[in-house]
């Protein structure tokens, strides 16, 4: 054993008491204690003068002790006049022995170390760390002092001297820690050895840019960061390996079904729709399973391109299923395929947890014994006691609500004989490209990135709620000219409750301002017959004005709806207000959507709404959203399937990720680079991630 792979225990001084505390940092190795990087840094290499001195700036000061009095004040303490020729600073002590005070006469000489503050008596230091020394005594620190995040009952000191002994063991055992990034690689990216940078960023030459180390931007920390990265992307890939070794179908594009198909629809695919349908194409027809993701943002008709899709699993002889996040989008589609697929003598099929007793048997009868060729649903389709007769292909609509687990359990349906079944996942929240990068390094990416011809962009406006009554005329006017408003209420997220009973008072308020409009309501507590005959009704025009609870975020799909107001527009991320207003913008006359807001307004919600009001670029939305937010809230931690990372920052590294596939490129195919790369990055996570 090398020493550097050994437990924390193998260190002098470390019993279990200790082991445990280290534990709680994440240090059970020794090599661990390299990897746990300073948070900051203190500078003790040099003296500087008092006078110098500014409140906030830590310092190492040396001087004679002028004076030394217990005072009274606020609370007790022990006050130190300290003076060095270039000024006189007071040290102060809350706590103090009296042994300590015995020790601080006037006229002792103290080395102290602390940070400077505006006080009673000008500059203070409270508890400086301090000691006696004599003039002319040897200076003061050749390194930067690190400032390590800690834990309870576990201080700097020792964590440091730790440190220090892990950092021993590296030096004389140079090959238990390969640096296993080629020297002429690092070169072409101007990075150092990994060695050379863990030494650099446990011990600091005083030389160094402080600033720039702290920030994480320093050579050094840039290359963990991307060596980390790396390792997370190396281990995707194999995952992706793995899944692409399973067989999956092979499905020739159904082109006689899809020429029907096509032939009934009342538009033409946009280019950018045939472009998705022929690269779907492509993975359909190879023996591996597909795993592709595209993207479109709201409205770009990621409905068609799954049709299609299908049609080819069909056309192939196996069963396609498509999942939608909620009963009421799950719905829609049934209707949607219902509507396509049934003149071309395919049968549809839909299965929610709402459907119960003998329909529900008859339902998973059908799909069993393969009468129901395609299925919809929502993630009840994908329960246990669901069997497909042979699935081909599995479609999960706007992923970005279902767990990463939801999507897996999809394959397990199996395609019969062995084989697995090719997967469509499809989003409107576009990924960042760097999310995209790291957390789907294991799937394809299609992007739709044209809207159907004759949309009119739509306007937004932030408005606040003293101006509801005029919003009222504005929803009057819209609909006596024919169109249709929907008026959607928020509220705080736990409460579903509350927010179906908001919108019922909303809607009878509505109602009330508004007596000669045909008023529906819709919420998530109405039961999913009662949710679609609103639908319905309000798709067929007869109804004018749809009040609704977020419900309706996802895929609801009525162009003649042209106006949109969202009651409480600040209580809701970026990503959701722009899946909402893209239920209007559908059709060709111009949309508008009402941000009609309660004032105040924080700053962040002011940034939001502004955001909004000046783009309708989903991908830009995205990528504010993540600056705002961060990418755990912004596509749940879970969902994203990302492991947690110990140095690299998504947002701040983000720009090494071009790199870091790259060197991928190149190093995958070395089993022993990568073997040693996961292990020491990925650790124990590395087989549950596997399973991502
Ligand atoms: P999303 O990408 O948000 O899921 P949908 O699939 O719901 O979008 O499509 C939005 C609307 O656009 C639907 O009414 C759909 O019928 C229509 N649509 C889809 N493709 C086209 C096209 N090529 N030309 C015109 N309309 C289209
Ligand atoms: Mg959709």
Redesign the pocket.
């Known amino acids: 054993m090398s020493g550097l792979d050994a437990s924390v225990t193998a260190l002098k001084g470390v019993g279990e008491a200790l082991a445990l505390k280290l534990a709680r940092l994440g240090i059970e190795k020794i090599s661990d204690l390299l990897f746990h990087l300073p948070l900051r840094y203190q500078d003790r290499t040099r003296l500087t003068p008092i006078g110098s001195l500014h409140a906030g700036q830590e310092a190492v000061i040396e001087g004679e002790i002028t004076a030394s009095d217990v005072v009274k004040g606020r609370r007790r303490s022990l006050l130190i006049r300290l003076s060095d020729g270039s000024g006189i600073l007071s040290l102060r002590f809350f706590h103090f022995a009296p042994a300590q005070q015995q020790q601080l006469r006037p006229g002792v000489r103290l080395r102290a170390f602390g940070e400077a503050r505006a006080g009673a008596t000008g500059l203070e230091i409270y508890h400086p760390e301090y000691r006696l020394t004599s003039t002319g005594a040897a200076p003061v620190e050749e390194y930067f002092t690190p400032i390590y995040p800690t834990t309870e009952g576990l201080n700097q000191p020792r964590l440091r001297a730790l440190t220090q002994e892990a950092l021993g063991r590296l030096d004389a055992h140079p090959e238990a820690l390969p640096d296993v990034i080629p020297a002429p690689l690092l070169a072409r990216f101007k990075l150092p050895g990994l060695h050379a940078s863990l030494h650099l960023l446990h011990q600091p030459p005083p030389e160094i840019d402080l600033e720039q180390l702290t920030q994480g931007q320093h050579p050094a920390t840039r290359r963990l960061a991307l060596e980390e990265l790396l390792a997370h992307q190396l281990s995707l890939r194999e995952v992706r390996l793995r899944i692409q070794s399973d067989g999956a179908p092979v499905l020739p594009t159904g082109r006689n079904l899809q020429m029907r198909f096509l032939a009934q629809?009342?538009?033409?695919?946009?280019g950018a729709?045939g472009r998705v349908i022929e690269e779907i194409g492509l993975d359909l027809a190879r023996p591996a399973p597909m795993l592709r993701l595209v993207q479109?943002?709201?409205?770009?008709?990621?409905?068609?391109?799954?049709a299609m899709a299908a049609l080819s699993a069909l056309s192939g002889g196996c069963q396609a299923a498509m999942m939608a996040p909620t009963e009421l989008l799950a719905e829609?589609h049934y209707q949607?395929f219902k509507g396509w697929f049934e003149p071309l003598g395919i049968e549809v099929a839909w299965l929610a947890g709402k459907l119960k007793g003998k329909a529900r048997l008859d339902t998973k009868a059908a799909i069993a014994d393969g009468r129901a060729r395609m299925v919809v649903g929502t993630h009840a389709l994908f329960q246990e006691d669901v069997t497909f007769q042979r699935l081909g292909l599995a479609i999960i609509?706007?992923q970005h609500r279902f767990g990463v687990h939801q999507r897996l359990a999809l394959r397990e349906k199996g395609a019969g004989g062995g084989l697995t079944p090719h997967q469509l996942i499809?989003t409107?929240t576009p990924i960042p490209r760097t999310l995209a990068m790291s957390a789907y390094a294991d799937l394809d990416v299609s992007l739709?990135d044209e809207?159907?011809?004759?949309?009119t962009p739509v306007k937004t406006v932030v408005i606040s709620d003293e101006r509801r009554p005029d919003v009222v005329a504005r929803i009057r006017s819209a609909c006596r000219d024919g169109r249709q408003a929907y008026w959607v209420c928020t509220l705080i997220e736990e409460s579903e409750a509350l927010q179906c009973q908001a919108a019922e008072v909303s809607r009878d308020e509505l109602t009330e301002s508004l007596p000669e409009l045909a008023i529906g309501l819709v919420h998530g507590r109405m039961k999913a017959a009662e949710k679609a005959e609103v639908m319905a009704a309000f798709k067929e025009g007869e109804l004018d004005l749809l009040v609704a609870t977020t419900v309706i975020e996802?895929?609801v799909?009525v162009?003649n709806a042209s106006l949109m107001i969202i009651e409480n527009p600040e209580r809701l991320g970026l990503s959701q207000l722009h899946q909402l207003r893209?239920r209007v913008g559908?059709g060709s006359t111009e949309s508008f959507c009402v941000l009609l807001y309660h004032p105040p307004l924080s700053k962040s919600a002011r940034e939001r709404l502004g955001v909004m009001r000046d783009t309708n670029d989903g991908f830009q939305i995205a990528e504010k959203d993540l600056q705002i937010r961060g990418p755990g809230e912004v596509l749940g931690t879970r969902q994203t399937g990302l492991a947690q990372m110990k140095i690299a920052d998504l947002e701040r590294d983000g720009d090494l990720l071009d790199r870091v596939s790259a060197l991928a490129r190149e190093l995958q195919g070395d089993p022993h680079v990568s073997a040693v790369l996961v292990r020491r990055w990925l650790g124990e996570a590395a087989g549950r991630y596997g399973q991502v």
Do not use: C, Y
């Open positions: 629809l009342p538009f033409a695919l946009t729709q479109g943002d709201v409205g770009s008709g990621k409905t068609v391109v799954a829609q949607a609509d706007e499809m409107a739709i809207l159907p011809p004759g949309r996802v895929g799909d162009p893209g559908r």
